[in-house]
Every structure is written in structure tokens, then in C-alpha cells.
């Protein structure tokens, strides 16, 4: 327990504590932030604190995950607030890659408007970045109030440092620590490009080499969409003067008039989805009286038959469990009952994406057991009639199959069709595997153009390094050693 909130699980943490997600008596899901012992214990902390709570519990607005109940004098310290079941961006576009321009839109206009909520209370949010931004099934919400200041109060410590994170942080704020409603508009462009991108629009490295890049030269901003690219540029100016406020982003930003769609993609639904924590119980057995009054359907509405109101759920979570089932058993060794388990999913009312998961998850531990034949068959499903995601995963996977079988050629085939398809992560992961299987062959040079190509690819960071690791390990073994140590020192920057 934490004041008056069960924790039912841990969502996360930060610098300043760990968050647990937690139900109120009366049934009400919270997230409860707890502030770390060691924190708790800085009598100058404590006070911050409580001042940064009473001036965040100020904010409201539809876009703000609002700050619910707190206590800053408990042993330790804690606030609560609006749990919000969704990915963060980050998550989001590290996972899926960058947003669509439709979502864009609706992602800036709704980060504007809690931007606005913000500085209405004549607040600065100071650390807006993708990992403070959830992705909610109504739209997006700013969370993490936590180190936001009153614009008259902008010192966060005697120290006059900066707290904030590298590639966000405003000029001003990172040479004199003035953060004002003009800095979360430079950090809104930076998060706007971020996911169009999939991209820091001032680069990747360690945090003085960003840091000069955000105050002296201008962010790459090649890959944004057109219509959004101008708005982003105003608002990375390095002279706060002329950044754009929020109410001229909103008057910029036209939504597009359509009701009843969502505003998501169906794999980014999908990842809200598995956040849901709301109790499920069997469409079959759920009465009128036992099922919870959301303001939103009628008495009808509720009488819908188990098809119907399985419809309206979104997402089938029993495939998802099916899926989750199937690799749990077949990575514990038991491939038999995983295949079974993917073979169910196959079968079941899933969507499209669900489908092609569990086809390419039985296509892969088919493979695995030795039935090739069968592999290629299930692979050659999603090929055929996959969303182009998934196909492109597909045919990275059917050509490390037939690479592995010794049918070089075929796997080179089976690459280059996955690198072609431009689908973010999947072809930066072919061109490693052709590039692979090309230093293996001693094909050396071309090796190099694949390795290159893989790193200029839509991919995560993370999936980035490991290709320059493993061409830095080429390099070294074909005795190229001043490469070798320019391609790990690239690494090293990259942290």
C-alpha cells in the first residue's frame, strides 16, 4: 500500500523514483510515483517537491495526465496520478517505427493543447521527450510533471544546471537554464521529428556532442513530411523570439474531419490494448447489470450478441494470449505444444497482423525443429498475403532459412526482396543479413555497401549498433585495424 492505493505492479521508474500502476479503493487505476529513499531523505528535495506537486496538481486540460492525490510529507514521498493505459512514443516508434502523417497531425495538435493547459498555469513543462508522452486511445497525453517549474522559478538547483534530456532541450536552456513556454515549443519540434522520423533532428552521441549541435547548427529535418517540416523548422529556431507559440501550432494544424476513426494505427491500438488492466470477463456470462455503466452504450448496445461486442473490443486479446503462449512454450523447448498454440492463433478471429504473427511464429520453430518444408510454407503465407510489415519479416526470415539450408543464392533473393520493400526495421535487418552472408562468402566489398546500407536504413538505435559491432568485428578479423577502431568508437558515441 501506498497512502490509499494497493500497488499492483511496477510500470517503471526514473531519476526520481518508480512508478507502480495501483487501485484506490472504490476500484479507481492510478499510477503512483514514489520518490527513491535516498531523495526522500534531501530536506532541499522535499521542499522542491512539494512545491512541483501543488503547482502540477494546477494543470488540467484533456491532453495532461492529471495529478490526482499526493503526499509529499509521507516517508517516502509520492503523487498519483490519471493512469493512462498506452505505450509512450518512444516505445511506440522504437517498436513500429515512424508515425503516419494522419497521426502526426493529431499527435501535434493534441501536444499543443496540453502544452497550452500547461502554460496556462503559468507553468514550463522542462523534459517534454518521447518517453513523456503517452499514446492514449482519445489521443495523446503529457505526463510527468514532476521537474516542471513556475516560469518565474526557472532554477531547478543552486547549481544553475540544466535538467532535461540531450536533442530536447532548448538553447536557452541548455547555455543559462531559462526554460520558458518558448523551450517546450523548441522540445514539441524536436518530439514532432522524432516521430516522423524514427530520428533525433540534432543526431545521436554523447550528450555534450548533442548538446552543441542543438546551440550551434541546424537539425536535420530531410525525411519530414512536407506539410509538417516548415512548422517543425519555426519551432526549432535558436532564437526563442521566433519559435511559433501553441496557439499559432494549433491554428497550423489541420485535422482531418472524419469521425469514427481512430486516430492510431491498428498496431499501435493493438499496444494499448495490452496495457488494458480493466478485469475481463467472458462475453458470454457479462449481464446487463454486471457489466460497468461506461456512459456509452444503452441498454441495447449491451444485449449485443458475443460476436458482435467481441467486435467492438478492438483487438482479440485471446490470440494475443495464444501468441504470447506459443513463444513462451516454444522457447522454453516445447516446440510441439508451440506450434500447436500457433496453429490455434492461426485459426482464430485475430486481425491480419495477429494472423501473420502467428504464421511467421510457426513458420520459424517449424523451421527450427527441422521441418523446413513446412517453415517455407508458412512463411510463404504471410508473403502472399501479409500486411506489407510482416511480409517484409517474412522474407528477411525464409532467407535465413534457405541460407542456412545451404541455398545461398535463394537467401540473397529472399534479402534483397525484404530490403526492398523500405518497411522500418525490416530492411535494415536484411541488409545485415546479406551483408553477412556476403563478408562469409568473402565478398568483403560488398559486405561494406550492405553494412552501410543497414545503418542508413529506418531502424531502432539499439539494432543500429549491433550491425556497426558486427562490421567492426569484420574489419578486425580482415586485419583492417584502424577501421575496426573507427567503427567501435562510432559506437562508443553513439551512447
Known sequence: MVGPYRLLKRLGGGGMGQVFLGRSRGGRLVAVKVVRPELAMDVVFRRRFTREVSAAQRVGGFFTAHVVDADTMADPPWLATAYIPGPSLHQAVERHGPLQERVLETLTAGLAEGLAAVHGCQLVHRDLKPGNILLAADGPRLIDFGIARAVEDTYLTGTGRAVGTPGFMAPEHLLGNQAGPASDVFSLGAVIAYAA?????????????????????????????????????????KDALRRPTVEQILDHVALSEETGISWLTPT?????ADRDVTPLMPYDTVSREAEPDTGKDDGADRRRPKEQKRERKGPNRQVDALLRLANLEAEAGNLDEGCRLFRQAIEADGTPEQTADAHNGLGWYETKAGNLDEGRRQYQQVIETGPLWHKAWALNCRGILEENAGNVEDGRKFYKQAIDMDQWGNSMTAAWNLAMLEARADNLEEARRLFQQSIDADGSADRRDEVLMHWADMERDAGNHERSRQLYQQILNSQ
Do not use: K, Q, W
Not at 550528450?207 to 523548422?233: F, G, I, T
Not at 499501435?268 to 494499448?272: A, R
Open 197 to 237: 522520423t524514427g530520428r533525433l533532428p540534432f543526431g545521436t552521441g554523447v550528450p555534450h556532442a548533442v548538446n552543441y549541435r542543438v546551440v550551434h547548427e541546424p537539425p536535420d529535418l530531410s525525411e519530414l513530411p512536407v506539410p509538417l517540416a516548415a512548422l517543425v523548422a519555426d519551432c526549432l529556431a
Open 268 to 272: 499501435l491500438t493493438t499496444m494499448i
